[in-house]
């Protein structure tokens, strides 16, 4: 069955302090990865597109990388206001176009 | 306004109730979306409007219905909702429409509590 998974659930982070956010995904023929970002209270705001393994794409202090099975969100040097749940979902080749969402990671990003 | 509005931002109702959310997007674009957002559950798709004609029905019980009357304007109407039913409902548009590969545009979504 295909699926988005994404790790860790949640992220504590002293500001300042990089880190990386995962989303592993199995389907036939990746068409497209996206990232969002969710602030609570919100719906989701699109960042980044991947279409191919190798692709990268930065905004600020984001960098998403793009492999075979999976994608980083990279996050340099976070700041508070970049708290918020990250959202990574895919679109997969063939007849059924639906976007299929992780359920997503927490950052929470303290002063 | 710009991009995509939805109201009422807050809905509590009663099993037996009838009541309809709405969503307008100011985007010109020509598909548009309902999903459901539960606690730690992924989005799911619930219906599609690609320019007015339903073309995604999402396995949805019947007591969620759609309306798209035109391309701008989507309604989810509601009636004899389960307390399951509680969730977040983001509604959310694209320029080119449903067999694309483009970026969704979402809504702040309707948080319903079902009583």
């Known amino acids: 069955e295909d699926q988005v998974t994404q790790s860790p659930e949640a992220l504590r982070l002293q500001e300042g302090e990089s880190s990386s956010l995962n989303c592993s995904y199995t389907v036939s023929g990746l068409r497209g990865l996206f990232w969002y970002r969710q602030d609570p209270g919100k719906g989701p705001e699109f960042l980044f597109t991947?279409?191919?393994a190798g692709e990268e794409k930065e905004k600020e202090r984001l960098k998403a990388t793009l492999t075979k099975k999976e994608s980083f969100l990279h996050i340099t040097a976070p700041k508070p206001e970049d708290s918020a749940t990250y959202l990574c979902?895919?679109?997969?080749?063939?007849?059924?176009?639906?976007?299929?969402f992780g359920t997503g990671t927490l950052l929470a990003v303290q002063p | 306004e710009t991009g995509v509005t939805q109201t009422p931002r807050h809905l509590v109702m009663g099993m037996t109730n009838k009541k309809s959310l709405k969503c307008e997007q100011h985007l010109g674009h020509n598909a548009m979306y309902w999903y459901k957002q539960s606690a730690k559950k992924p989005l799911e798709l619930m219906f599609v409007y690609s320019l007015e004609e339903r073309v995604e029905n999402n396995s949805v019980p019947s007591r969620f219905s759609p309306e798209c009357p035109n391309s701008s304007h989507l309604f989810l109407h509601l009636h004899t909702l389960q307390p399951e039913d509680s969730a977040l409902y983001l509604c959310?548009?694209?320029?080119?429409?449903?067999?694309?590969?483009?970026?969704?545009?979402f809504g702040s979504g309707t948080q319903l509590s079902v009583l």
């Open positions: 959310a548009s694209s320029q080119a429409g449903f067999g694309t590969n483009e970026k969704l545009f």
């Open positions: 979902a895919v679109r997969e080749d063939g007849a059924t176009n639906k976007l299929i």
């Open positions: 991947l279409y191919s």
